[in-house]
């Protein structure tokens, strides 16, 4: 079993940054991919970034470039770094982790709030 603390949410101006952290703990050794989703009221949880342990990425095409997704194999931690927020970028943002793919693991989720 993994779990999965996510840390960093909060209330921004748009424009603004935020830096959410996740920690990841137990059978850490069985994970391979790491990735942020988000889910705003009313909506369906949806893909936000992925990376794998050797460090490749993937963005969905809403935050690319403004988004930055890193891990620290060596610390069990995943962040986001969230550039030039927008009001639409308000949800819970929730860590998740798997062998091949996010999915198997998740964390309790963080609040994250753009004003306008």
């Known amino acids: 079993q993994v779990q999965l603390v996510e840390s960093g949410g909060g209330l921004v101006q748009a424009g603004g940054s935020l830096r959410l952290s996740c920690a990841a703990s137990?059978?850490?050794?069985?994970?391979?991919?790491m990735g942020w989703y988000r889910q705003a009221p009313g909506k369906q949880r949806e893909w936000v970034a992925t990376i794998t342990r050797g460090g490749s990425t993937n963005y969905a095409d809403s935050v690319t470039g403004r988004f930055i997704i890193s891990r620290d194999n060596a610390k069990n931690m995943l962040y986001l770094q969230m550039n030039s927020l927008k009001p639409e970028d308000t949800a819970v943002y929730y860590c998740s982790a798997g062998q091949f793919s996010p999915g198997a693991y998740w964390g309790q989720g963080t609040q994250v709030t753009v004003s306008s």
């Open positions: 137990g059978s850490v050794f069985s994970i391979n991919s």
